[in-house]
């Protein structure tokens, strides 16, 4: 490997507070591994998933038991928490961790395979990683098959599935209103700004492709978004409010907030089982953000009469906003 090579792919590990490691973990053919990836499955899925049918195919091949697959992207669903992981994550003898991260299918791609904490941060700061940076998987898979020959790589994983199996994750967000109430006129709306921060700390955003390859783009835009909060807690005519991150829902009741503002972003199919759709409407296969009031005196949200979600994160939020300025102009009328 060319100390240019080395050096991209270091890069990437201190992203991840990761070492870079010679070889895998010795008992990755003894064990069961679990598979974080990121990569946009939604522009070209095809390309994608033959790629992720090889790279199973390989594991099945030579005896890596990947169990099974997080698209993570997937688990950041809302405005700073990502969605929670499967149950089994902790609990089903999972010993080591495959990260795959590309923004696009021809490269460059980012693979490291490391030891599983069991820990929800997944892995510990500073621990070792086999890592390549590739604009073609296959010359990883062999240069792995041949380590996997040596006397240093014991096989005891004889099964392999030989598909990838993924896993999502799911909310309940409670009991659905459709109006917004009139009484956003009176009552406060509390509004988080988004955390930067999580992408350094928190495994779900730390190996997204877009801060992976893409971070001053992906900060840029998270600023701008904050630009928008701060515009509507500046507005007088108004009542929504910025507030701290730490602040809990007791802590917001107590200095008077009645609502936050909230988001959910998924697929529109996926919304559509969380938040259902106007039954007129047909659900697509999209991204969108759809904004939506969160009551933190109930378990009850607002999401407005009018179906306003969109692709854009912007137009999203101000078309909720609309929402909430129509239903606070009707108070008392």
Do not use: C
């Not at 005196?297 to 994160?313: H, L, M, P, Q, V």
């Amino acid at each position: 490997m060319s100390l240019q090579a080395q050096s991209d792919i270091d890069q990437y590990l201190n992203k991840l507070g990761l070492n870079q490691a010679l070889y895998p973990p010795q008992d990755i053919l003894k064990t069961k591994s679990l598979v974080l990836l990121s990569v946009p499955m939604d522009e070209s899925p095809s390309e994608w998933q033959e790629i992720l049918d090889e790279m199973q195919a390989f594991f099945a091949e030579v005896g890596v038991d990947a169990v099974a697959y997080f698209p993570v992207d997937k688990y950041d669903a809302s405005l700073n928490d990502p969605l929670p992981l499967p149950d089994f994550t902790f609990s089903r003898g999972i010993e080591n961790l495959i990260i795959l991260s590309a923004k696009e299918a021809d490269g460059p791609i980012f693979l490291a395979i490391t030891q599983f904490n069991k820990e929800e941060s997944m892995w510990n700061k500073g621990a070792s990683a086999f890592a390549r940076l590739t604009s073609d998987l296959s010359t990883v898979w062999q240069e792995l098959n041949t380590y996997f020959k040596t006397d240093q790589f014991q096989r005891t994983n004889l099964l392999v599935n030989e598909n990838p199996e993924f896993f999502y994750s799911t909310i309940k967000p409670g009991v659905i209103g459709r109006s917004v109430p009139p009484q956003v006129a009176e009552f406060k709306i509390a509004m988080r700004p988004i955390v930067k921060q999580k992408y350094e700390q928190l495994p779900i955003f730390k190996v997204q492709h877009a801060y992976m390859f893409e971070e001053d783009s992906l900060m840029q835009q998270i600023n701008l978004q904050n630009q928008q909060f701060q515009m509507l807690s500046a507005d007088s005519t108004n009542t929504m409010e910025l507030v701290a991150n730490n602040e809990n829902d007791a802590t917001l009741r107590r200095s008077g907030f009645i609502y936050e503002l909230k988001m959910l972003k998924a697929k529109e199919k996926t919304l559509n089982e969380w938040i259902p759709l106007p039954e007129d409407s047909t659900p697509s296969e999209k991204t969108v953000y759809k904004f939506y009031l969160d009551d933190l005196r109930t378990n009850t949200i607002f999401i407005g009469k009018e179906w306003d979600a969109s692709e854009n994160w912007f137009e999203a939020l101000n078309a909720f906003v609309a929402q909430i300025q129509k239903a606070a102009a009707s108070n008392g009328n």
